[in-house]
């Protein structure tokens, strides 16, 4: 018998222009060589452009999916993506109460399209409370950290990173890495944080184009490589570059925003696709 790759759980919605979402992880974890066990929190009706709408599983369907999974496999890590619903957070955090020993990454991008800043606001009181806890590694954009890190709107809007990082921290969250931290018209970047303070910061130049899906890439590779059992230093490391690879092979399926290619890897060339396509 074949050895058992590793397993990560994942709580997330299904995006059908396989941008993000559901299809962003399978494709991700797959690439890295997990198995991926997908629970699914919330219907969303999207394109490349944007989402438009979205409907969130009841909160006893997600338990009874990974409950029923979770008796049959044992899990190397998980990984929380959109949520749906304070309701669906709540089981979730529960579910990861009871794996504390888990790796537990949690994708904390709290804005959706069609969400007012209420519902927003009152998961991210719930994050807050429930689920950052139980996480490993939390990996906020600069607004959501912000969001996040204070309930008080006017805050927010000023709060240094640094500072919103470290609150994180303290309530319980082990690693902070900000997304789009060093976000200036030429470059892009990160910055990863634990209870001493910024661990490293990453830096790129910045590639053309808008990207769906780039942070649910990021998040998936974190998790697979936690899964596969590297350091919280060598993953973010990892995570990034593998990331990195997808933007910049980056495709546009739709008439809306470029998709990051996840098997970059599997395809030849292009010099090569070429002259394979060319009649011998």
């Not at 008080?152 to 994180?168: G, W």
């Not at 690879?245 to 395809?267: E, S």
Request: charged share 20%; proline share 6%; aromatic share 4%.
């Amino acid at each position: 018998m074949n050895p058992t790759p590793p397993v990560v759980l994942v709580f997330t919605a299904n995006d059908p222009s396989g941008g993000a979402g559901v299809v962003a992880d399978v494709l991700t974890l797959s690439s890295l060589g997990c198995h991926v066990l997908p629970v699914i929190t919330a219907i969303t009706v999207q394109d490349t452009n944007g989402v438009q709408e979205f409907h969130a599983i009841d909160p006893e369907q997600v338990e009874e999916q990974a409950r029923f999974i979770l008796e049959d496999i044992r899990i190397d890590a998980i990984k929380v993506g959109m949520v749906g619903s304070v309701e669906n957070l709540t089981v979730i955090a529960e579910i990861a109460a009871d794996y504390p020993e888990v790796p537990l990454v949690l994708d904390a991008q709290l804005m959706v399209q069609d969400q007012d800043d209420m519902e927003s606001e009152e998961i991210a009181a719930a994050m807050r409370d429930l689920l950052l806890p139980h996480s490993t590694i939390c990996t906020p954009d600069v607004r959501s950290a912000r969001m996040l890190a204070s309930d008080d709107p006017d805050e927010q809007t000023e709060l240094p990173l640094d500072v919103a990082a470290q609150r994180l921290i303290s309530l319980g969250c082990e690693f902070v890495l900000i997304t789009g931290s060093q976000d200036t018209s030429s470059k892009t970047g990160n910055s990863l944080y634990s209870s001493l303070g910024r661990m490293r910061n990453d830096s790129w130049t910045r590639l053309p184009g808008r990207f769906h899906g780039a942070g649910a890439t990021l998040s998936a590779a974190l998790v697979g490589a936690l899964a596969n059992g590297a350091d919280i230093n060598v993953a973010v490391q990892e995570a990034q570059e593998y990331t990195q690879q997808t933007l910049t092979h980056a495709y546009r399926p739709g008439m809306g925003l470029l998709v990051p290619d996840r098997l970059f890897w599997a395809r030849p060339p292009e010099d090569e696709a070429d002259t394979a396509a060319k009649p011998q």
